[in-house]
């Protein structure tokens, strides 16, 4: 099994109208109680899960309500943009890319039988792909998470399998 880079972002629903210290005190606090590998606008992006609870502690102090949300990180190079890359991907000032697996679904087309064609199941799914980028050794395509049956169905008519792997 490949290791992807997976992040950790939690979300915050800062009030509108508060003084500015009241933001200052927030990410201040933030600092003291965590390491942040990115962010952007209000998503905090975390190298590991354990951040989690001292920030949101933090944050139900101030009455901030937050979500947490698992990110996949898109290699910065050799990365395709697929038509839907912009509607899912957050890129962020540190010219890092992120995808929520929440939302989407990392897979890879398996070519085990002799007559299997995965070029042309490629060439079908085209429309549907966020983003393809190789992790180790294999190519990986990023599809929107409701989209994985489509995906399975694609790759079968192709005498093809679909190995998930976010």
């Not at 139900?60 to 910065?76: A, D």
């Not at 929440?102 to 085990?112: G, K, M, R, V, W």
Request: with cysteine; charged share 25%; glycine share 4%.
């Amino acid at each position: 099994m490949m290791n992807l880079d997976i992040k950790y972002g939690l979300d915050m629903q800062l009030p509108d109208g508060k003084l500015p210290g009241f933001y200052a005190q927030i990410v201040k606090g933030i600092a003291d109680r965590a390491p942040l590998f990115d962010r952007h606008k209000e998503l905090l992006i975390f190298d590991t899960a354990e951040s989690y609870s001292p920030v949101e502690e933090l944050l139900r102090h101030y009455r901030v309500p937050s979500e947490r949300i698992t990110l996949l990180v898109l290699p910065s190079e050799g990365t395709e943009h697929g038509e839907l890359y912009e509607d899912y991907v957050i890129e962020t000032r540190a010219e890092n890319a992120f995808a929520d697996l929440a939302l989407t679904a990392a897979f890879s087309l398996q070519s085990l039988k002799p007559s299997a064609e995965p070029a042309p199941a490629l060439m079908q799914l085209k429309e549907h792909l966020i983003a393809s980028f190789t992790a180790g050794d294999e190519r990986l395509h990023l599809i929107d998470r409701q989209l994985t049956e489509l995906a399975e169905r694609i790759a079968q008519a192709y005498r093809c399998t679909v190995e998930w792997h976010a």
